[in-house]
């Protein structure tokens, strides 16, 4: 079902913690699966300087948080935010269909933690 990119970053995250300074972060849910996603960004001068995640859900939503971390840290707030679920996608590799939604729920938690940023800033 998942290929091995997929599995290995499912096994072993490389940004599933929590960020020690942060300054803006972003909580989704997805009522229908369950799964649930905080993300913490740390800004400074407009810039993602570090971004982690914690996750609770499947295996597509765990990696697809995971590189959603890696593709954004060290961008600019606007960059980060053209970011769509299918950027994501393509960095995993194929996933079956059904499991994009996880990939958008990765974007989404994103999207509110910038936005949570530009409120306390
Ligand atoms: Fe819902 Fe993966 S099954 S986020």
Redesign the pocket.
């Known amino acids: 079902m998942y290929n091995e990119k997929v599995i290995e970053r499912f096994k072993h995250p490389k940004f599933h913690k929590k960020l020690k300074n942060f300054n803006g972060t972003g909580t989704v849910g ?1 009522p ?4 649930t ?1 905080k993300v913490y960004i740390n800004v400074k001068n407009d810039i993602i300087k570090d971004i982690s995640v914690e996750t609770m ?5 765990i990696a ?1 948080s995971d590189f959603l971390c890696e593709i954004v840290k060290g961008k600019t707030i606007d960059k980060a935010l053209k970011i769509k679920p299918q950027d994501i996608v393509k960095k995993m590799g194929k996933i079956p269909p059904i ?1 994009h ?2 990939s958008i ?1 990765a974007a989404d938690a994103l999207k509110k933690a910038i936005e949570d940023y530009k409120n306390n800033n």
Do not use: E, I, R, T
């Open positions: 997805n229908s699966c369950g799964d996603m859900g499947c295996v597509a939503a697809s499991k939604h996880c729920l």
